[in-house]
């Protein structure tokens, strides 16, 4: 049996929004790719930094069928905070300074999340009481291992077009 047929245990962590069918539109991908459910802790009574209810679920499957399960996940608009131990094997932590919320702060959290290589863990923003100063960010990136280069380079990209200040990173490299 080569490693590509082999089941192993996943654990994906979603971020849901808190509506009448949202869990069950998450599961829907596992079933159809293949994966068998283990269990479901739904976080119902908690919030992440964006609003959302946090989800852990852990799969049986192999890993092709994993990787159809996570690309399922997001294609079908499920924010996948995590997936797999070895998926995501570092973090980054990086302030963001400017017009956050001017330059739509929710655009460029979405594209960090587009970069394959990372996903947003957590968020801390600091909204300025004057429109005409600037906000802070802390994002807590999680990114596969050795993709903390790209990850940071797509940051850098999204921060030069909307002229925002990246102070970078704070921890990186850091196993979970």
């Known amino acids: 049996m080569s490693d590509h047929e082999v089941v192993r245990a996943y654990t994906v962590r979603l971020?849901?929004?808190d509506e009448p069918g949202e869990l069950l539109n998450a599961l829907d991908p596992i079933a159809e790719h293949?994966?068998?459910l283990l269990s479901i802790f739904?976080?119902?009574g908690n919030r992440t930094p964006r609003g959302r209810i946090p989800v852990e679920v852990d799969v049986?499957?192999?890993p092709e069928r994993f990787d159809r399960?996570?690309?399922s996940l997001r294609e079908t608009g499920v924010n996948v905070v995590q997936a797999g131990a070895e998926r995501y094997s570092e973090e980054l932590t990086v302030l963001l300074i400017g017009h956050l919320v001017?330059?739509?702060?929710?655009d460029t959290l979405s594209r960090l999340e587009t970069c394959a290589s990372a996903s947003v863990a957590d968020v801390s923003l600091t909204v300025a009481d004057d429109p005409e100063d600037v906000s802070s960010a802390r994002l807590r990136l999680a990114t596969h291992a050795g993709e903390a280069e790209r990850t940071l380079d797509t940051?850098?990209?999204?921060?030069?077009?909307?002229d925002l200040t990246v102070i970078e990173p704070l921890t990186a490299g850091e196993g979970r």
């Open 15 to 17: 971020e849901l929004v």
């Open 34 to 36: 293949g994966g068998n």
């Open 42 to 44: 739904h976080e119902r």
């Open 60 to 62: 049986e499957a192999t």
């Open 69 to 71: 399960i996570v690309e």
């Open 102 to 106: 001017e330059t739509d702060f929710s």
């Open 155 to 162: 940051l850098r990209d999204v921060a030069a077009e909307k």
